[in-house]
């Protein structure tokens, strides 16, 4: 009867086996995962786009690409909170944050923006000169300065304010005779 000796034993075991829950013990996983599907706004799915995903306490990243079907997955995430960017030429960058945790797969569905198509144009004027659109008139106002620095050569303001007014109205230089040594 040594069979029987090891039987009570090993029965004994079976049945303690089978009251013992051991699925947590295979279970248990110390990752979570994102899963989703990148869209146009019209609802159809984009292939091709690049999702990266950034964990935003170790910076660090991993890039995927979208199937055909438009979907992509994350797996072997840490826990913690994800910062995720998508891109696809024709469409613009977008951006969501997204938290994991242990066990638990996230939806990342996504919804790409169209890209922009429009520009700016930003115009300044840096000079002090401003146009008149109200009058159709040219002249200018001179400070005390700018007067100041004109090249007299030599001669008074006095003779240049007299040169300038005899000229405009067209009458002769007087101080030309009296340089040629005539009369007038």
Do not use: C, H, W
């Not at 009867?1 to 039987?7: K, V």
């Not at 401003?130 to 008074?156: C, S």
């Amino acid at each position: 009867m040594p069979a029987s000796r090891f039987a009570i034993p090993l029965l004994f075991l079976f049945a303690l086996s089978l009251t013992v829950d051991t699925r947590p013990l295979l279970a248990q996983t110390a990752t979570g995962s994102i899963l989703g599907t990148v869209a146009d706004p019209t609802g159809a799915v984009v292939p091709g786009a690049t999702v990266t995903v950034t964990s935003t306490s170790t910076g660090t990243s991993r890039t995927i690409k979208t199937t055909e079907s438009g979907t992509y997955s994350a797996i072997a995430l840490l826990p913690g909170t994800y910062l995720l960017t998508y891109e696809q030429p024709g469409f613009g960058k977008g951006q969501q944050t997204i938290t994991v945790a242990v066990g638990v797969t996230v939806n990342g569905d996504f919804t790409m923006p169209l890209a922009s198509t429009s520009a700016s144009v930003v115009v300044t004027a840096d000079s002090a000169v401003a146009v008149n659109t109200d009058q159709a008139v040219v002249n200018d106002v001179m400070t005390t300065k700018q007067i100041e620095a004109l090249p007299l050569n030599g001669r008074n303001s006095v003779y240049r304010s007299t040169v300038a007014t005899t000229r405009r109205s067209g009458a002769a230089d007087p101080t030309r005779a009296s340089r040629a040594g005539g009369t007038g």
